[in-house]
């Protein structure tokens, strides 16, 4: 599969997921709408999916929100599947990301470095 082709799809199924928790389609009472899909990458078959997130909320509060957010990962993929239209759907894996946090301790470690 071509990396356009695939990086494309990455981007559908962000978007699928973050519309779903948004809208509040995933029920399960540990998923908090204060969450962030910040990327999602596909094995190059489309056979596997890891979906990374983070949140806006604690570190506990997210870390609760991926564990369900990986309970409900059967009724989500079986809506990728239906959007995205691919001869597979791939397995989705949630993980907890702490990009951002790590992204707001370096820029504060800068400020301090700077002032």
Known sequence: MSEYRLMRIEGVIQEII???I???KVKDHRVSRMISINRVKC??????AKVFVSGFESEK???RSVEGLNSAAPFIQGIVGKKIQTRLTPKLT??????IKE???????????LS
């Open 18 to 20: 973050s519309t779903l």
């Open 22 to 24: 948004l809208t509040g």
């Open 43 to 48: 094995s190059s078959d489309l056979s596997v």
């Open 61 to 63: 509060v997210t870390r």
């Open 94 to 99: 949630f993980v907890y990301d702490d990009s």
């Open 103 to 113: 992204g707001f301790e370096i820029n504060k470690k800068i400020e301090e470095i």
